[in-house]
């Protein structure tokens, strides 16, 4: 019992010894700042921030020309994708694009909720698409792979959309 009460002071010891010593180390008090105009106070809220644009915009034109380079490779396939229906996915997608980059913070709501339905719908429509694929063949990847890759893709893409979103609140 003593050989564990004198370890005990022992750990005190070689921890006290181990924290720094408050000699001198102070932080600096805060200092207020003084705009170069003083009175005039400008309030500006960005609705989403630039990065978050650009990385949005990125995505969503890389998404449209996946659309349409779907459309090009798959159109004389089993379950070829209807040209009007992923033209209005590309259309939907470059509306929100076209509203994200307008210069008007008000309409950012906007663009994210545009691109939001339409990718969602498309996700929609390229999972029905492999679903609907006949896959009788034994060949791999078989006619479930383009359909279901697009799906996937429009997936991420809904994705980058919810993340602007969750940014902008």
């Known amino acids: 019992m003593a050989l564990l009460a004198r370890s005990g002071l022992m750990v005190n010891q070689i921890s006290s010894s181990l924290r720094p010593q408050a000699s001198g180390l102070r932080s600096a008090p805060a200092r207020r700042i003084q705009p170069a105009h003083e009175g005039r106070s400008v309030a500006t809220k960005a609705y989403v921030e630039a990065s978050v644009g650009y990385a949005i915009t990125q995505q969503a034109v890389a998404y449209a020309a996946v659309l349409g380079i779907d459309v090009f490779i798959e159109r004389n396939s089993q379950v070829a994708p209807d040209i009007k229906i992923v033209g209005l996915g590309i259309i939907g997608t470059v509306a ?29 429509y390229h999972a029905k698409r492999t679903v609907d694929a006949n896959d009788e063949q034994v060949d791999w990847p078989g006619p479930k792979i383009l359909p279901g890759t697009i799906a996937v893709i429009s997936f991420f893409a809904l994705n980058a959309f919810i993340q602007g979103i969750k940014a902008e609140i």
Do not use: F, H, K
């Open 96 to 124: 929100a694009v076209y509203l994200l980059n307008s210069g008007d913070e008000s309409q950012a709501d906007a663009a994210m909720i545009v691109g939001l339905v339409t990718t969602l719908v498309m996700t929609g």
